[in-house]
T-cell receptor, first 116, second 113 residues
Framework: GAVVSQHPSWVICKSGTSVKIECRSL??????MFWYRQFPKQSLMLMAT?????????EQGVEKDKFLINHASLTLSTLTVTSAHPEDSSFYIC????????????FGPGTRLLVL | AQTVTQSQPEMSVQEAETVTLSCTYD???????LFWYKQPPSRQMILVIR??????QNATENRFSVNFQKAAKSFSLKISDSQLGDAAMYFC??????????FGDGTTLTVKP
């Protein structure tokens, strides 16, 4: 149980375009999902907390207009990188917690984004 | 704010031997959770083991066990009978009931055949 999927697993796009990444909890409902960014051989950096039915909470230094987060249902959160630039190239990971066990996060497999 | 420190950027172990990865943390909370996650080259984060702070007994999961010292705010991971598949980056993490995790910088473990 507690499986989280991400789509796509990797994406290459041109500079200036927007890219949408989906995060789904497959066998449970997640009122809260988290979005992370990870550079090679570094730790996970929390970008934002996604709450179903309300606005996301962004960490300090993360541009909310650039990284749009929508949590439209209890099983789906999306991260849209708007007007992507090469410096946005990274590995993006989402996670979700099961109801009643908010302290344990289950991670998606991640999405590799390369902006040319 | 909570912090998690992993003082060993890299560790290596001989296959079938035992290795211990260190983690210390800082918090003013009394109720919290600690985790070790494994991130292999595929970069999928895998939960290895979790520990509730209110439990004195150290958690174990097969070859993986922790040494949880609450007063010292230490949470080390011991891997016994190391296998080639254990090679990965390991992250120590702290969490409360709010669900927002704080991660250490990670330790890259190499397993030598």
């Amino acid at each position: 149980g507690a499986v989280v999927s991400q789509h796509p697993s990797w994406v290459i796009c041109k500079s200036g375009t927007s890219v949408k990444i989906e995060c789904r909890s497959l066998d449970f409902q997640a009122t809260t999902m988290f979005w992370y960014r990870q550079f090679p051989k570094q730790s996970l950096m929390l970008m934002a907390t996604s709450n179903e039915g309300s606005k996301a909470t962004y960490e300090q230094g993360v541009e909310k207009d650039k990284f749009l987060i929508n949590h439209a249902s209890l099983t789906l959160s999306t991260l849209t990188v708007t007007s992507a630039h090469p410096e946005d190239s990274s590995f993006y990971i989402c996670s979700a917690s099961t109801p009643g066990a908010q302290e344990t996060q289950y991670f998606g497999p991640g999405t590799r984004l390369l902006v040319l | 704010a909570q912090t998690v420190t992993q003082s060993q950027p890299e560790m290596s172990v001989q296959e079938a031997e035992t290795v211990t990865l260190s983690c210390t943390y800082d918090t003013s909370e009394s109720d919290y959770y600690l985790f070790w996650y494994k991130q292999p080259p595929s970069r999928q984060m895998i939960l290895v083991i979790r520990q509730e702070a209110y439990k004195q007994q150290n958690a174990t999961e097969n070859r993986f066990s922790v040494n949880f010292q609450k007063a010292a705010k230490s949470f080390s991971l011991k891997i016994s009978d190391s296998q080639l598949g254990d090679a990965a980056m390991y992250f120590c993490a702290y969490n409360t009931n709010a669900g927002k995790s704080t991660f250490g910088d990670g330790t890259t473990l190499t397993v030598k055949p």
